[in-house]
């Protein structure tokens, strides 16, 4: 059940039998504080439009590239909106905003920076808690591209027992070292930022699933490293999807999206450790 939930911007409180909901398509978006985040952050939910009474959905977790609620890459839920994915799939949409750039990691020192730990123990029980989910690991999906592709990755690949499957587009999967596109300040040392690296986690990681769990496709900035990860997965016989192109701008607006979401939602049987 509903438990109430005031929408900050509509100023509308979500009743506890689920009745009256927003309007159609409306963005649900609440100011959430924790003590793993320096500032309060804004989360934005899209629900289906038809809500059926008593009936669990998945969740779908679209992860920012910007600190805050800044929109130089594009408005992600708009394009959640605009192909309508939330009612095609019948899926919760979640857009969780962080104080800092986001990285999705824990500073090795800075508590206020703890990125990782705010997700899953701030955003994912909130969410879980006001809205109607299953609660389950294998019905929450993670998708993002550039920095947020390399966070649906390692989030994944860290933490098997909270989701089910992530999707990356255009995203530097290869990167071996802090400080680069600005995360030095998030992962604060070498030694932590080895903790997240996508090479390490997935080389350790014992994805036998038949559903692969790993999606990447699409490219602008990062094809040499979708390259290099396609072949390291391949190498490591991981299942997953690969699809490589079309190129497109390093935006949310220039349509991978639909298709990302739709292979994480209706994945294709595994058919070869590629996935491809």
């Keep these: 059940m509903f438990t109430p939930l005031v929408v900050s911007w509509l100023w509308l409180t979500v009743p506890a039998t689920g009745a009256d909901l927003p309007a159609p398509s409306k963005l649900i978006e609440h100011d959430l504080e924790s003590p793993h985040q320096r500032t309060k952050n804004r989360i934005e939910v899209l629900l289906p439009d038809k809500l059926e009474p008593g009936r669990k959905y998945r ?17 992600a839920m708009n394009e959640v909106r605009t192909h309508d994915l939330h009612n095609r ?3 919760i949409c979640v857009y969780p905003t962080f104080s800092d750039l986001p990285w999705f990691a824990d500073h090795p020192e800075d508590g206020k920076i703890a990125q990782e730990t705010y997700l899953l123990k701030s955003v994912v029980p909130y969410i879980d808690k006001n809205f109607p989910t299953t609660g389950k690991a294998e019905d929450r999906f993670l998708v993002g591209f550039s920095k947020s592709g390399w966070g649906a990755f390692s989030l994944l690949l860290r933490n098997p027992e909270t989701f089910a499957r992530a ?19 998030i992962f604060g040392t070498l030694d932590n930022f080895r903790k997240y690296e996508l090479t390490k986690l997935v080389a350790e990681a014992k994805l036998n699933s038949k559903t692969p769990k790993l999606i ?42 639909p298709e990302a979401v ?6 294709p049987e595994e058919k070869a450790t590629s996935g491809s």
């Design 262 to 267: 739709e292979l994480l939602l209706k994945p």
């Design 167 to 185: 999707a990356a587009w255009d995203a530097p999967l290869m990167m071996s070292r802090h400080g680069q596109y600005g995360s030095g300040p």
């Design 59 to 75: 969740v779908l977790y679209v992860l920012p590239v910007e600190a805050g609620t800044t929109r130089y890459w594009g408005h």
């Design 216 to 257: 990447h496709l699409g490219f602008d900035n990062f094809r040499e490293h979708h390259e290099d990860f396609e072949a390291l997965l391949q190498k490591l016989k991981v299942p997953h999807v690969y699809r490589d192109g079309p190129k497109r701008k390093h935006r949310w607006d220039s349509q991978w999206l």
């Design 89 to 91: 799939f019948e899926v």
